[in-house]
Nanobody, 119 residues
Framework: VQLQASGGGLVQPGGSLRLSCAASGSIFIINAMNWYRQAPGKQRELVAAITRGGNTNYADSVKGRFTISRDNAKNRVYLQMNSLKPEDTAVYYC??????????????WGQGTQVTVSS
């Protein structure tokens, strides 16, 4: 099982980006899917989370600006980021609680995608 994140890049303050993360492999079911970020010199923090049923949760710093969504049929999770600020600059990681076929649930991480907000 692998998670592959994409969609990062350089954007000006006030701009938008959409991150995507695809889970692949012998997957039976995916429970929670999350986005974390880690800025230089800081601890990794949870940005947004979504349950299989679509319930969402956000860090206070991104509420009203970021939207997490998922496509259960495609094993994908997305993060729409609007009104980006320089303090959103970080490496963004997708994370998911996955039950591979024939195995129990485990925590999986994507490789990270860089988001830089700068003029």
């Amino acid at each position: 099982v692998q998670l592959q994140a994409s969609g990062g890049g350089l954007v000006q303050p006030g701009g938008s980006l959409r991150l995507s993360c695809a889970a692949s492999g012998s997957i039976f079911i995916i429970n929670a899917m999350n986005w974390y970020r880690q800025a230089p010199g800081k601890q990794r923090e949870l940005v947004a989370a979504i349950t299989r049923g679509g319930n969402t949760n956000y860090a206070d710093s991104v509420k009203g600006r970021f939207t997490i969504s998922r496509d259960n049929a495609k094993n994908r999770v997305y993060l729409q980021m609007n009104s980006l600020k320089p303090e959103d600059t970080a490496v963004y990681y997708c994370n998911a609680d996955i039950k591979p076929a024939g195995l129990g649930y485990s925590d999986y991480w994507g490789q990270g995608t860089q988001v830089t907000v700068s003029s």
